[in-house]
């Protein structure tokens, strides 16, 4: 279990807190995106609906035990989550400058709020330390991959999805052969990551190495899943507030 980190500072600017013994000096914070170009939220991103609901109500049990075994265990009893967007708006509206690049902090209500990794984890569940490098799965063969996405050239989220349903629904088809409980279940886990974990705007292509990870379940437990998204989600707001 990860310790809690977070905290508000109840100052204002000109005043020093200290953290986690760093002196940081909140004199020059500002607003990244000044309160006259504030804007009411259009939002246009959104987690995956549908995805987790899907999942629990087409697979068989013995399926949804395989899926178990991974780090994405606790997801699978979750109930959709709701996300309040115009309420992730209206902080981010509130985010400001500051110097280092692997937090975020806000200015709500005359108190500054900062959102770290170990808060990211903690409602996340998921390991967020350790080396979050995709490229070393890049160049390892998939078997998943070359048996049921080999006909596409490019993969895509879609793809996946399209795929997991038709897993799902053939032994409804009275299909001579259906698919082995095992590839059902890895084809389930590579949907709930590309269509649930990541963010729907980051990629529509799906990566290579997701399909090896997958397939490796002490790989895929072991990498720090938390910690790759909360980069991606820094990157994201990063080109969102350019």
Request: glycine content about 4%; hydrophobic content about 45%.
């Amino acid at each position: 279990m990860y310790a809690c980190n977070c905290f508000v500072v109840n100052v204002t600017p000109g005043f020093i807190a200290l953290h986690m013994h760093v002196i940081i000096l909140f004199l020059d914070w500002q607003f990244i995106i000044l309160k006259e170009r504030w804007f009411p939220g259009k939002i246009s991103t959104s987690i995956g609906k549908g995805v987790l609901s899907s999942i629990q109500a087409k697979l068989f049990d013995r399926q949804k035990l395989i899926m178990k075994g991974t780090c994405f265990a606790h997801f699978f009893d979750c109930h959709e989550i709701v996300v309040q967007s115009q309420l992730i708006h209206y902080f981010l509206l509130r985010q400001v400058q500051q110097p280092n690049p692997k937090e975020m902090w806000f200015l709500v209500a005359g108190r500054y709020v900062r959102f770290f990794i170990s808060e990211f984890c903690i409602f996340m569940g998921l390991r967020c330390s350790g080396d979050s490098d995709t490229g070393i799965f890049e160049s390892r063969q998939s078997q998943l991959k070359n048996k049921y996405f080999s006909q596409v050239d490019t993969m895509t989220h879609e793809d996946v999805k399209s795929t997991f349903i038709f897993a799902c629904q053939m032994p409804d088809l009275d299909l001579v052969e259906t698919l082995p409980d095992h590839d059902v279940a890895l084809i389930g886990i590579l949907y709930f990551v590309t269509a649930h974990l990541f963010p729907r705007d980051y990629k529509k292509v799906v990566d290579h190495y997701l399909f090896t990870l997958v397939e490796d379940f002490p790989e895929l437990n072991s990498f720090p899943w938390g910690k790759l998204l909360f980069e991606i989600t820094l990157s994201s707001l990063k080109d969102a507030l350019s």
